[in-house]
């Protein structure tokens, strides 16, 4: 993996851009609306509830928003288009950590009788799906409204790119007790991420990104930090990684995955690249490769029975 410098002087670049956050209240989300918002950009954030002490910018808007809701989702991304008619940028940064004990059942078989909660699934995972599928629909729209704009200023300025940002965590890489839903979420991002990376450039002209943190001093992780700090292990701050979303969007990378962890960020996807030769073997690693490119777009993968939404009566595939 290489070492990522991130040139805070590029920005700028993010002045006046239309940016949708999922997941800006607490956290790291927080830190990076209000970066961006002393940066001048048009911000237009969701979570489930509203910041206790929001940004003062008239170019800040909050919009509830639960990303496991599709149409909650698809309005966040109307009303940012209603209010400023394009979206540059967008940000799937809402997620939620472990949430019960999903194998602490006991020797009481009436414990297994009740399914586990699946919030982390929804929030972290169809959340993710849902907020992707939506934000490539304004991302492409608004290329497509402002890609030969006469450059006035504003909102009329020519749109030459799009990103998408996704967010996954380090537990997408390692072994983490505990975190079993989570880490399976955050793996089925980094799914998500390598599908999209390559496609969505070559097809919609959309840019895609992924940002995996260490512990980061959030809320979120308040079970452990303590441990953390007692073992001195690293943590970040939430603006250590908000700066690395920011370096995402205001840069022209694509396809990198950045892992962030005491405060420094890191490209570790082309690294991973690099090595799967050795990895899998030449040979796997050359019929891998063939695999993925006989599939071109992958549209053909619909091409079948049970491919279609026509092919199921109540939720079972017809014969």
Request: negative net charge.
């Amino acid at each position: 993996m290489s070492l990522v410098q991130i040139n805070k002087e590029a920005f700028s670049n993010l002045e006046s851009k239309v940016i949708v956050i999922a997941g800006g209240t607490t956290g790291i989300g927080a830190a990076a609306v209000t970066k961006l918002a002393d940066l001048g950009a048009k911000v237009v954030f969701g979570d489930i509830k509203a910041p206790e002490n929001p940004p003062e910018s008239s170019h800040v808007t909050f919009v509830r928003t639960d990303v496991t809701n599709y149409a909650s989702v698809l309005n966040l991304f109307k009303q940012a288009w209603q209010l400023h008619g394009r979206v540059d940028y967008a940000v799937s940064n809402a997620g939620l950590a472990e949430v019960g004990k999903l194998f602490a059942t006991g020797d009481d078989d009436a414990a297994i009788e009740e399914a586990p909660p699946t919030m982390v699934l929804d929030v972290n995972l169809k959340g993710t799906i849902f907020f992707t599928r939506v934000a490539v629909h304004f991302l492409r729209k608004s290329l497509a409204r402002h890609r030969d704009s006469g450059g006035g200023g504003g909102n009329d300025k020519p749109q030459k790119d799009a990103c998408l940002l996704l967010v996954s965590s380090i537990a997408s890489m390692g072994e983490f007790p505990g975190l079993f839903q989570y880490s399976a979420t955050k793996q089925g991002v980094m799914g998500l991420f390598r599908s999209t990376k390559d496609h969505l450039l070559e097809t919609e002209g959309i840019r895609v990104n992924a940002v995996l943190p260490n512990s980061t001093r959030t809320i979120m992780v308040a079970g452990i930090i303590g441990l953390y700090d007692a073992m001195g292990l690293a943590i970040n701050e939430p603006e250590d990684v908000a700066d690395t979303f920011l370096h995402a969007l205001a840069s022209d990378v694509n396809g990198e995955a950045l892992y962030v962890t005491g405060g420094k960020a890191y490209e570790v996807e082309k690294a991973l690249t690099r090595v799967k030769g050795n990895w899998l073997g030449q040979a796997l690693y050359d019929e891998l490769l063939a695999c993925q490119q006989a599939l071109g777009s992958g549209d053909k993968w619909t091409d079948r029975k049970g491919g279609n939404l026509d092919d199921y009566e109540n939720g079972e595939l017809q014969a």
